[in-house]
């Protein structure tokens, strides 16, 4: 500090001392107060800065006195308009009441509402200037948020699309009297607004409803607090029924306590409802059942192996899990064809059900994979001849094409406990004991061993050389086009992650996808994806979506919405083109986030799309409890849609139900000109396969996303 600056900080700390000597001003109450109070000489200097101050901005007292005080604490335009306005005061010339913003110490503004007073010298002359003032930050906004609420609720009130109504529900001489509605409230019901202004609600009831118990729904939407909802019946002014849906909470206005209900009618989603009731036990059975076979798929037999390992619990009795595969049943396939192949899945599972007990189950996963869950097994000899029972059934000669084959199979055990107690465990060590059994020759039995970790290892290196393509982002990605069945012309794309290893080569997503969910890289993978899958739409200019796969794991984290936000604004790309695909496995983790992060995304204008439709019961829940603008049908619906009359007839009865609930339908996995032409024939609008686009790189696309751009 230089000596003349010391020296004008000594003045002024005498100066301060006599000032404040003089006319009193207490220590105590500047630094117990939680108002701010500042003392200022006549040229705007801080003489004192009480305790308030010092929380406020972060500054120390020690540090600011004799300081200019609006540099400190705002902006430099409003700075500036303090010093200006300052200088015009005088005695007979007070501020009065006055508002403005100081910066907070994290550079946040906060509303502060001031009143002043002078102390002045002995020639009547303004020798300090101390301001109290309240920071009145929430107040402000908690009125600017009451305004903007009624703007809006009257907006809302005029313009939804529901019906809306307020009702008067302590009117003596009008049970429920209507004091106000909207015009779609009145025309829902087949009346004039100014119609049903003044009478009862009970008008629209079979009978006197609410004259009777009126006060039972009172008390019941108070004790509700938020929008209690029901469903009831109401009659229209022609006498004729129908169903509605409505939300009813408690306001006051004006002083009086009025209830404003939201009705809605839910004649069409009853009719679709009883569709989709009358297609879920043919598809819940579908959901749990091999469609060839008819045997329990994964699903129903990982519930009978938790139901399994509960009973074993409380009874101390052991289980085994056996997996079973034929061994060369490609050779099947290539040499006779896959309707040969199909025969001998389904004779398989014919033979395995004929030799097991009705207690057991066999169930399959897929390809030529078979599992059997056996309970009560006494001991592991007990189990080996089981599988060896099996063996034989499966091995009695079967004529295929009219070829009489013998087919040979390689079983794998794990035992519970000792192999595991999990379900999950279990299937794994079973199937890790079959796949040592083809390795090792084939054609036999081997119970599983610990020291069976060779997959494990693979599969950790697999992850440790994921991780690092995630941190180095040298993973790619692949856009696949979505067209309009009619013309062709490109109504969409499709972003699809692809790795190829240096050590690993081409590396399936069906292989590192699920190691990135199950290790938390999803999170880190989906965000990149995300964020370059905009960047990538935003460089094409694309006039069509762009959809991205999420994961459930990125769903429920708590910065999701954000993330989306971030990408669509560093790219400044607009909303509508951005399309989120989420999968019926939203019952994973915490329904509860994920539906509030569902909601956040929609109010950011990003469509949604439910992928995966078809493919189990859970997907027409979330069909029905989720907002969607869109849905694509499963891949597994078109396997059999060309020859089978009852896979047509389910495709084109949800083509149907979305067009029901006005729901735009993409149908994938289209490979084959015949599957086409019969999406054609069913009226199907958009359509995603390698038969209409393989998944390219950005470089390959250019041709036909600058055209559709154009």
Not at 66 to 89: F, H, M
């Amino acid at each position: 500090m230089t000596p003349s600056r010391a020296a004008g900080r000594g003045d002024t700390a005498r100066a301060r001392a006599r000032v404040v000597g003089r006319h009193d001003v207490t220590a105590a109450a500047f630094d117990t107060t939680a108002a701010l109070i500042i003392a200022l000489d006549r040229s705007g200097r801080i003489m004192r800065f009480n305790a308030a101050c010092e929380r406020l901005t972060g500054l120390q007292e020690a540090d600011v006195l004799g300081e200019l005080l609006w540099p400190l604490v705002l902006d430099e335009a409003e700075s500036v308009r303090a010093q200006a306005g300052y200088a015009q005061i005088s005695p007979d010339r007070a501020p009065g009441r006055y508002e403005n913003t100081w910066l907070d110490q994290h550079g946040e503004r906060r509303f502060i509402a001031w009143s002043t007073a002078f102390l002045l010298d002995d020639g009547g002359q303004i020798e300090l200037v101390v301001s109290t003032g309240l920071d009145i930050t929430r107040e402000r906004e908690i009125r600017l948020e009451r305004e903007e609420s009624e703007a809006r609720f009257r907006a809302l009130f005029e313009q939804s699309a529901d019906g809306v109504v307020l009702a008067d529900p302590h009117d003596r001489e009008v049970p429920w009297r209507v004091v106000d509605c909207n015009a779609a409230f009145a025309h829902m019901n087949g009346y004039q607004r100014e119609e049903l202004i003044g009478q009862s609600l009970d008008v629209l009831h079979e009978d006197d409803l609410l004259a009777r118990r009126g006060d039972e729904f009172l008390a019941r939407i108070r004790q509700v607090g938020a929008p209690a909802r029901s469903g009831g019946m109401h009659r229209r002014r022609d006498g004729s029924v129908f169903p509605i849906e409505t939300a009813s909470s408690v306001l006051t206005m004006g002083g009086r306590e009025l209830v404003l209900g939201v009705d809605r009618d839910v004649s069409e989603r009853h009719r679709t409802e009883a569709q989709l009731i009358a297609m879920n036990a043919r598809l819940t059975h579908e959901a749990h059942h091999d469609t060839l076979t008819g045997l329990p798929n994964r699903t129903l037999l990982l519930d009978r192996l938790e139901l399994e390992r509960a009973r074993a619990d409380r009874s101390g009795r052991a289980f085994a899990v056996m997996f079973i595969d034929l061994d060369d049943f490609k050779r099947v396939n290539d040499s006779l064809g896959h309707d040969a192949g199909d025969d001998l899945l389904r004779e398989a599972s014919r033979r395995l059900q004929a030799t097991l007990r009705p207690t057991d189950t066999v169930a399959r996963l897929g390809g030529d994979e078979f599992v059997v869950l056996v309970p009560d097994v006494l001991s592991a000899h007990h189990a080996a001849r089981v599988a060896h029972r099996l063996r034989v059934a499966l091995g009695a000669p079967v004529a295929l094409g009219g070829v009489e084959l013998t087919v040979q199979s390689s079983v794998g055990i794990s035992l519970s406990p000792q192999d595991g107690m999990l379900a999950a465990d279990l299937m794994r060590h079973a199937d890790m004991a079959m796949y040592a059994m083809k390795r090792s020759g084939k054609n036999g039995v081997q119970f599983y061993d610990p020291a069976m970790n060779a997959e494990a290892q693979a599969r950790l290196w697999l992850e440790t050389r994921l991780r690092l393509a995630i941190s180095e982002e040298t993973l790619g990605i692949h856009y696949q086009p979505q067209v309009d069945v009619a013309t062709g012309a490109l109504v969409g794309l499709e972003a699809l992650v692809r790795w190829t290893d240096t050590d690993l080569g081409v590396v399936s997503p069906a292989e590192f996808i699920p190691v990135a969910e199950d290790t938390g890289m999803i999170v880190a993978l989906g965000s990149w994806v995300l964020d370059e899958a905009c960047r990538q739409a935003a460089e094409w200019q694309l006039d069509v979506p762009m959809a991205v796969n999420v994961s459930p794991h990125q769903l429920i984290r708590a910065d999701f919405v954000d993330v989306v936000r971030a990408a669509l604004r560093r790219h400044a790309l607009a909303p509508h083109l951005l399309k989120l695909e989420i999968t019926e496995r939203l019952s994973l983790g915490d329904p509860g986030r994920a539906a509030q992060h569902l909601a956040g995304i929609e109010r950011l204008g990003v469509r949604l799309s439910l992928d995966d439709f078809g493919s189990g019961q859970s997907a027409l829940a979330s069909l029905m409890a989720l907002t969607l603008h869109e849905v694509k049908l499963d891949r597994t619906l078109l396997v059999g849609v060309t020859a089978d009359p009852q896979s047509w007839q389910v495709v084109a009865a949800l083509l149907a139900l979305a067009r029901g609930l006005n729901l735009p339908v993409v149908v994938e996995g289209v490979e084959t000109a015949a599957q086409l032409d019969a999406l054609r024939t069913m009226g199907c609008g958009s359509v995603q396969g390698y038969f209409t686009g393989r998944p390219q790189r950005p470089s390959e696309l250019r041709g036909i996303v600058g055209h559709a751009a154009s």
